[in-house]
Structures are given as structure tokens and as C-alpha cells.
């Protein structure tokens, strides 16, 4: 049994988050959603504090939690300084003359370079020295502390003992931007240091590659790349739409378009990977058949069609939907009912299973992880499920020699339907009735 500790150290910046450090934030917390349909237990670290950040995930359908349940973290500090005292990799920093004076909230100085060559540690970079141990490290890693130790009093779910190597309890893995894997494995070390064990050792690195921003006129923040988007979508909807898009009624599809656009934008490339974020280009998230506007303009297209069917059902025009062991699925002749049953279908389980797998690493402390995987597999849902609603016509004429064949493909589409609603949940997207 286990549980996954998520930690994303891009939460503990004072100043204002960017795009480069949504990128983890919204990783963990799809992985999170990932992980918990598997049944793994999840926690996520640190705890929200900063107002500006809250209302940025508030907007973005980020599900993080704003309260760490840390009454101890002064109790965790102070032990923590006393294993700072006792371990020979510590040193006091005296100050030689001639030298800069060090910030006040300096504890002490670590030598990491040595612990890493005596624990015979790969991985790591190699000019990882001297560490000076502030009093807001040691915060992190009590936070740290206590949600390991939460995750150890709590009832996990039985979990396959594949998920989680190295025999420990609780797997931490640190999501954090290329620019900050660095202070990352200070901090890792450091932990490992002041609290040999289990967990400490099974800390894993999942780092996101950077996010390049084109044509800024000056450092974009993530609140500002949430408007611009916005606008972009507004417009490109009253463009499609019309007034019907000025409609208050539009204001939660808007807003909705606009997370899918982001979320496809920063998810559905590989992790490791660099990401270009073309902020004049509007087409990511309106036009094209890869967005996340896209995706979701095919789950609307679903909800009407069941829509329509219901209430010509209402009015006498057909039958109800009999249930599935009264069907005829020979009547499914389209290659691309086959085509929507054995590529998303039957496979989708599979899909959720891989994209929450976390591999151990086969050498040193990085990880990847395949969380491109739903967004890829929903891109494609849609492009195969737009091709074959665009050539077949579901709701025939109101024949009965015809209903055999508009029942079993309503039922087809039923699951297709399903199969989109349970993939957006893991992106905490609703599913959209109209657009």
C-alpha cells in the first residue's frame, strides 16, 4: 500500500507566478487526478498561501489545497535544527574577514558535495557544494515532514507493490521547472541529510522543460497570460458566434475554453520537452484541431445530440434508447464506429493506467512520467470522432426499420461520451452542454 506525496516548489515563490511555473502546477495537478482514479492515495505540498497565486489557480480549476494542517511545523523545525547540530556534514558559518555578511535567517552551512561522493549518489549536479540552511528550507522540509507523516497515519488503498519499488510507504516526487531542479536537489539533499530514511530515499525529480514565450514586450505573469487568452477566446467566439457569444450565459463556456486552451497548450507536450508560447496567435485556442477549445467543442457536440434525440423522444418522434442487451451492434457496418470502438474504447482504461504510471528511475533521481497522454489521446478521440459525425447522420428519419441501426450507434456514442467526460475530469474540465 502507499501513497504519492506531490510536492511543486513553484508555490513557494514570493513574487508572481509565470507560464514556466504554471507548468508544473498544472502537471501535479492532473497527475494528482490521474493518480487518485487509480486509487493512489495523493497529498499535495506546499500548502497555497499567497492571495495572487490562490485567485490564478482559482481560475485555472487548480484543486490545491490552501491549508496544510501544519500545527506541528515549529515542533518539525526545531527538530530538524537539532539534527542540523548533530550531523557532521554541518558546519557554522563563520564570517572571515573581508567577507559579504550573510542573510540573518542563515542557520548554518552543509557541505553536499561530500554527502553525495559518501552515499555514492548519481544524479545530482555536479556543482552542488556549499549550502547555506536558512530558516525558510527548513520550513519547506518540515511541510515536507509532516505531510509524509500524514500520509503514514492515513488508510491508504490497496495498492499493487509494482507502483512503489523501493518498499517505502510514500513516494515523493518533487514537479518542478528546469529552473528550479537545481534548488530542488540542494533541498533534496538536504532532507536526506537531516532525515535519513525511507522516504527521504525515495525522493524522484520530475522536471518540466522550459516555457518560451514569443514576442513579450515584457515578462509575462501567469494572470496576464490568463486574460490574453481569455480575450482571444471571446473574440474568436463572437467571431464564430456572433451576439449568442456576448450572451451572459457565455461568460462559464468562455472561461471553460479558456482552461481547456491553456491546459492542452502546457499538457499535451512532453514533459521534458520545451514548450512556445505564441501569445499573438490566437489559432491555439480557437482554430485548430489540436486545442483543447477543439476537444471541447466535440464533447458539446455529443450533449446535443443527445440532447436533440431526448426531446424528439419527448415529442413521440421516436422510441426511447432500449438498454444495450436488446441491440443489434452488427447494424455498425461504418469503419469508423470499429474504428471509435477499438482505438479509444476498449483502450481508454489502458490510457488512464499508463499516464499515471510513475517508473522508478533506472539511474539517479529524474523521472518521466507520461502525462501527455490523455490530452494526445482526447486530440485524437476528437479528430476521429469529428470526421465520422460529419459523414454519418445519426438521427435518421423516423422509420422503425432504421432504429436498430440509430440505437446501436447511440449507444456507441454514449460511451464515447463517457469516455470524454471521465478524460476531462483527470484536466478538471466540465463538460461543455453547448457552444
Not at 506541528?72 to 557554522?92: N, Q
Not at 518533487?174 to 533541498?187: M, P, R, T
Not at 457569444?245 to 457565455?250: K, N, P, R, S, V
Not at 440505437?407 to 467526460?421: E, K, N, S
Request: include cysteine.
Amino acid at each position: 500500500a502507499g501513497w504519492v506525496l506531490l510536492h511543486c516548489p513553484a508555490l513557494r515563490r514570493p513574487a508572481a507566478l509565470r507560464p514556466c511555473h504554471l507548468r508544473p502546477l498544472l502537471l501535479a495537478d492532473h497527475l494528482a487526478q490521474l493518480l487518485r482514479a487509480q486509487g493512489v492515495g495523493v497529498r499535495l505540498v506546499p500548502a497555497l498561501a499567497e492571495e495572487g497565486s490562490r485567485q490564478v489557480l482559482r481560475q485555472l480549476r487548480v484543486d490545491w489545497p490552501s491549508d496544510s494542517g501544519g500545527s506541528a511545523l515549529p515542533d518539525t523545525v526545531s527538530a530538524l535544527k537539532r539534527a542540523l547540530g548533530r550531523s557532521p556534514c554541518a558546519a557554522a558559518c563563520e564570517q572571515g574577514p573581508g567577507t559579504a555578511p550573510l542573510p540573518e535567517d542563515v542557520v548554518c552551512k552543509v557541505h553536499l558535495k561530500s554527502f553525495v561522493e559518501q552515499q555514492g549518489l548519481v544524479g545530482y549536479d555536479p556543482n552542488l557544494d556549499m549550502l547555506l540552511v536558512t530558516e525558510g528550507k527548513l520550513r519547506s522540509l518540515a511541510e515536507l515532514q509532516q505531510a509524509v507523516l500524514q500520509c503514514t497515519v492515513s488508510n491508504p488503498a490497496a495498492l499493487p507493490a509494482s507502483r512503489f519499488p523501493d518498499g517505502s510507504c510514500c513516494s515523493i516526487v518533487h514537479v518542478v521547472s528546469c529552473e528550479e531542479e537545481f534548488q530542488q536537489q540542494q533541498l533534496d539533499l538536504l532532507w536526506r541529510i537531516l532525515d535519513p530514511g525511507a522516504h527521504t530515499a525515495s525522493q524522484k525529480h520530475l522536471v518540466c522543460g522550459p516555457v518560451k514565450v514569443t514576442n513579450p514586450s515584457s515578462p509575462i505573469g501567469a494572470d496576464q497570460y490568463f486574460q490574453l487568452r481569455k480575450r482571444q477566446m471571446y473574440e474568436a467566439s463572437v467571431m464564430k458566434y456572433g451576439e449568442l457569444a456576448q450572451d451572459e450565459a457565455w461568460t462559464e463556456v468562455i472561461d471553460t475554453l479558456t482552461v481547456a486552451a491553456i491546459r492542452f497548450e502546457m499538457l499535451s507536450t512532453a514533459h521534458r520537452s520545451q514548450i512556445t508560447l505564441d501569445l499573438e496567435d490566437s489559432s491555439i485556442s480557437t482554430k485548430g484541431t489540436k486545442s483543447g477549445a477543439f476537444v471541447m467543442y466535440n464533447c458539446a457536440r455529443l450533449a446535443t445530440l443527445f440532447d436533440t434525440y431526448q426531446r424528439a423522444v419527448e415529442r413521440g418522434t421516436y422510441p426511447p434508447l432500449p438498454p444495450a442487451s436488446e441491440l443489434n451492434f452488427s447494424c455498425l457496418r461504418e469503419e469508423g464506429e470499429w474504428l471509435l470502438l477499438f482505438n479509444y474504447l476498449l483502450p481508454f482504461p489502458e490510457v488512464l493506467q499508463q499516464a499515471a504510471q510513475l517508473p522508478a528511475p533506472t539511474k539517479g533521481i529524474r523521472i518521466t512520467a507520461n502525462t501527455e497522454t490523455v490530452c494526445k489521446f482526447l486530440i485524437q478521440l476528437s479528430m476521429d470522432f469529428s470526421s465520422y459525425y460529419n459523414r454519418v447522420h445519426v438521427l435518421g428519419e423516423p422509420f422503425p426499420h432504421l432504429f436498430d441501426q440509430m440505437f446501436a450507434r447511440l449507444r456507441l456514442l454514449g460511451a464515447v461520451r463517457d469516455v470524454f467526460h471521465s478524460a476531462l475530469a483527470t484536466l478538471h474540465l466540465p463538460p461543455l452542454s453547448q457552444i
